[in-house]
C-alpha cells in the first residue's frame, strides 16, 4: 500500500464529505444522462436490460462512499461491470481517478489497462446505431484517460507536498542539531579557557600558601612577598574569571585574548613569583591572532605543569619561527631538586613526577615551599590532553615526554602562512 493511501478507521474531514458527495452527484448525474441518451435511440428498450443497468448504475453510485477504503477491488468490479453498462460508467470514472490519486502508478496502470479492454468489450457489445465501435471505444478511452490523468497529477502533487514538507522538517531537525553542536561547542570553548586561565593562576596561589604554611618563620621580605603575590593572584584570577564568563554575554571577538606578545609577560610573573625561567625568542615577523593565542596558552600550560610537578626546577621558554616555516614553541624544565633518600614519584599525565625540595635554601623555597610541600591537587589531570585539542583544532601538533636527563620537554608546531 502507497503511503498516501488513506488508512481504514480514520475519520473523514468535512473537505473529505464534500468530495464524496460531489463524485456521487456526478456518478448519478451521468448515469441519468445516459439512460436518456439510451432512450432517445431506443424508445422501446428491452425492459430486463433496461432494468438491469439502471439498477447496476445505482449500485455502482452507492459504491462510492466505499471507494476510500477499497479503491481498486471496487474499480475492478466497476470496470467490469461497465463492460454492459452504460449508467455505471460515472461511478467507474470516480473510482479510477481514486485508485489514481491514492495507489501507485503501477497499481494504477494495471487498473486503467483492465478498464480499456472493458471499453472495447462494451463498444464490440452495445454498439450504437449511428456510431461505429470504434468511436464508442474512442470515447471511452478519452473519459477514462482523462480521469486517470487528473488522478496521477493530483497524486504526484501531494507527494510533492509530502517530500516538501519532510525536507523541512529535516532542515529543521538539523538546524536544531547544529545549534546545540554550537552550544555545546562554546561549552567547551569556556571549560577549556577557565582551566587555562585559572589553572595558571591558581597554581600561584596554592604554591605561595604552602610555602607560607610549611615555614611560618621565614623572614619578613619573604613572608610579605609570598602574600603580595597571593593577592596580586587572587586578584588577577578574578579579572580572568571574569572576562572568560563574558563569552556568555559578548561575542569572543569582544573580548581581550592573549596574544604572542604576552609570552614574555607571562614568563616574567613567573619569574617574579620565584620561577627561575630562561625565554628566548627568533622570530622574524608577527604571527597571526590564533597561533600567538595558541602558543600563549602553550607556554601557560607547560609553566603551570612545571610549577605543579617540578617545584624549583629550572624552566626554559623558546619562541621561533617565521612566515612560511611556522612557529615552534618549546619549554622544557629540569628534574626538580630531590630530598636525600628521597624517590620520586611516578609521572602522571600532566608532566613530570612531583619530587621533594631539597630543603630550605632561599628565596626559591619560600615560593615553592620545603619538603613535602607538593602542591594541592597536582595529581593527574587532563591539561595536556586538553592542550593538544587546542593545538590540533589550530592546525598544529604537540609533542611531549620526558628526556634522558630526567627532565621534562613540551613542544608544539603551530601553522604561520606566508
Given at each position: 500500500?502507497?503511503?498516501?493511501?488513506?488508512?481504514?478507521?480514520?475519520?473523514?474531514?468535512r473537505?473529505?464529505?464534500?468530495?464524496d458527495?460531489?463524485?456521487?452527484?456526478?456518478?448519478?448525474?451521468?448515469?441519468?444522462?445516459?439512460?436518456?441518451?439510451?432512450?432517445?435511440?431506443?424508445?422501446?428498450?428491452?425492459?430486463?436490460?433496461?432494468?438491469?443497468?439502471?439498477?447496476t448504475g445505482?449500485?455502482?453510485?452507492?459504491?462510492?462512499?466505499l471507494?476510500?477504503?477499497?479503491?481498486v477491488?471496487?474499480?475492478?468490479?466497476?470496470?467490469?461491470?461497465?463492460?454492459?453498462?452504460?449508467?455505471?460508467?460515472?461511478?467507474?470514472?470516480?473510482?479510477?481517478?481514486?485508485?489514481?490519486?491514492?495507489?501507485?502508478?503501477?497499481?494504477?496502470?494495471?487498473?486503467f489497462?483492465?478498464?480499456?479492454?472493458?471499453?472495447?468489450?462494451f463498444?464490440?457489445?452495445?454498439?450504437?446505431?449511428?456510431?461505429?465501435?470504434?468511436?464508442?471505444?474512442?470515447?471511452?478511452?478519452?473519459?477514462?484517460?482523462?480521469?486517470?490523468?487528473?488522478?496521477?497529477?493530483?497524486?504526484?502533487?501531494r507527494?510533492?507536498?509530502?517530500?516538501?514538507?519532510?525536507?523541512?522538517?529535516?532542515?529543521?531537525?538539523?538546524?536544531?542539531?547544529?545549534?546545540?553542536?554550537?552550544?555545546?561547542?562554546?561549552?567547551?570553548?569556556?571549560a577549556r579557557?577557565i582551566?587555562?586561565?585559572?589553572?595558571?593562576?591558581?597554581?600561584?596561589?596554592?604554591?605561595?600558601a604552602?610555602?607560607?604554611?610549611?615555614?611560618?618563620?621565614?623572614?619578613?621580605?619573604?613572608?610579605?612577598?609570598?602574600?603580595?603575590v597571593i593577592?596580586?593572584?587572587a586578584?588577577?584570577?578574578?579579572?580572568?574569571?571574569?572576562?572568560?564568563?563574558?563569552?556568555?554575554?559578548?561575542?569572543?571577538?569582544?573580548?581581550?585574548q592573549?596574544?604572542?606578545?604576552?609570552?614574555?609577560?607571562?614568563?616574567?610573573?613567573?619569574?617574579?613569583?620565584?620561577m627561575?625561567?630562561?625565554?628566548?625568542?627568533?622570530?622574524?615577523?608577527?604571527?597571526?591572532?590564533?597561533?600567538g593565542?595558541?602558543?600563549?596558552r602553550?607556554?601557560?600550560?607547560?609553566l603551570?605543569?612545571?610549577?605543579?610537578?617540578?617545584?624549583?626546577?629550572?624552566?626554559?621558554?623558546?619562541?621561533?619561527?617565521?612566515?612560511?616555516?611556522?612557529?615552534?614553541?618549546?619549554?622544557?624544565?629540569?628534574?626538580?631538586?630531590?630530598?636525600p633518600?628521597?624517590?620520586?614519584?611516578?609521572?602522571?599525565?600532566?608532566?613530570?613526577?612531583?619530587?621533594?625540595?631539597?630543603?630550605?635554601?632561599?628565596?626559591?623555597?619560600?615560593?615553592?615551599?620545603?619538603?613535602?610541600?607538593?602542591?594541592?591537587?597536582?595529581?593527574?589531570?587532563?591539561?595536556?590532553?586538553?592542550?593538544?585539542?587546542?593545538?590540533?583544532?589550530?592546525?598544529?601538533?604537540?609533542?611531549?615526554?620526558?628526556?634522558?636527563?630526567?627532565?621534562?620537554?613540551?613542544?608544539?608546531?603551530?601553522?604561520?602562512?606566508?
Open positions: 500500500m502507497n503511503a498516501s493511501a488513506p488508512a481504514a478507521g480514520v475519520r473523514r474531514s473537505r473529505d464529505w464534500a468530495v458527495f460531489l463524485l456521487f452527484l456526478l456518478a448519478v448525474l451521468f448515469g441519468l444522462v445516459m439512460s436518456g441518451m439510451r432512450l432517445e435511440v431506443y424508445p422501446r428498450p428491452e425492459k430486463w436490460l433496461f432494468h438491469l443497468d439502471q439498477l445505482a449500485l455502482g453510485c452507492a459504491a462510492l462512499w471507494r476510500r477504503r477499497r479503491p477491488e471496487l474499480a475492478v468490479v466497476l470496470t467490469v461491470l461497465s463492460t454492459f453498462s452504460e449508467t455505471v460508467g460515472g461511478a467507474m470514472l470516480a473510482v479510477l481517478f481514486t485508485v489514481a490519486v491514492h495507489r501507485p502508478p503501477r497499481t494504477t496502470s494495471a487498473v489497462a483492465l478498464s480499456l479492454v472493458a471499453a472495447l468489450g463498444a464490440v457489445l452495445r454498439p450504437e446505431p449511428e456510431d461505429p465501435p470504434l468511436l464508442a471505444f474512442m470515447l471511452g478511452v478519452s473519459l477514462q484517460g482523462a480521469a486517470v490523468g487528473w488522478g496521477l497529477f493530483v497524486h504526484h502533487r507527494r510533492l507536498a509530502a517530500s516538501l514538507h519532510d525536507r523541512a522538517a529535516r532542515a529543521e531537525t538539523e538546524a536544531a542539531l547544529r545549534a546545540e553542536q554550537a552550544q555545546h561547542r562554546v561549552r567547551e570553548a569556556i579557557e582551566h587555562d586561565v585559572l589553572g595558571h593562576r591558581l597554581s600561584l596561589l596554592s604554591v605561595h604552602g610555602a607560607l604554611e610549611y615555614n611560618p618563620g621565614a623572614p619578613p621580605e619573604d613572608v610579605a612577598r609570598a602574600a603580595k593577592r596580586e593572584s586578584h588577577q584570577a578574578l579579572q580572568d574569571l571574569r572576562e572568560v564568563i563574558g563569552v556568555l554575554r559578548a561575542p569572543v571577538g569582544e573580548l581581550p592573549p596574544t604572542l606578545a604576552d609570552v614574555r609577560e607571562l614568563v616574567a610573573e613567573s619569574s617574579r613569583a620565584g627561575e625561567v630562561t625565554f628566548g625568542e627568533d622570530l622574524a615577523g608577527t604571527a597571526p591572532d590564533l597561533t593565542r595558541t602558543a600563549y602553550v607556554v601557560q600550560e607547560a603551570t605543569n612545571a610549577r605543579k610537578h617540578a617545584p624549583g626546577a629550572r624552566v626554559t621558554v623558546r619562541l621561533a619561527g617565521a612566515p612560511g616555516a611556522g612557529l615552534t614553541v618549546e619549554v622544557r624544565n629540569t628534574a626538580p631538586p630531590e630530598a633518600g628521597a624517590a620520586p614519584d611516578a609521572p602522571d599525565a600532566s608532566g613530570p613526577a612531583s619530587a621533594e625540595p631539597a630543603g630550605p635554601t632561599g628565596p626559591a623555597v619560600a615560593a615553592y615551599g620545603g619538603p613535602g610541600s607538593s602542591v594541592p591537587g597536582a595529581g593527574p589531570g587532563q591539561g595536556l590532553a586538553g592542550l593538544a585539542e587546542r593545538v590540533a583544532l589550530a592546525g598544529g601538533r604537540l609533542e611531549h615526554g620526558p628526556g634522558t636527563a630526567g627532565d621534562w620537554r613540551l613542544t608544539a608546531w603551530l601553522p604561520w602562512p606566508p
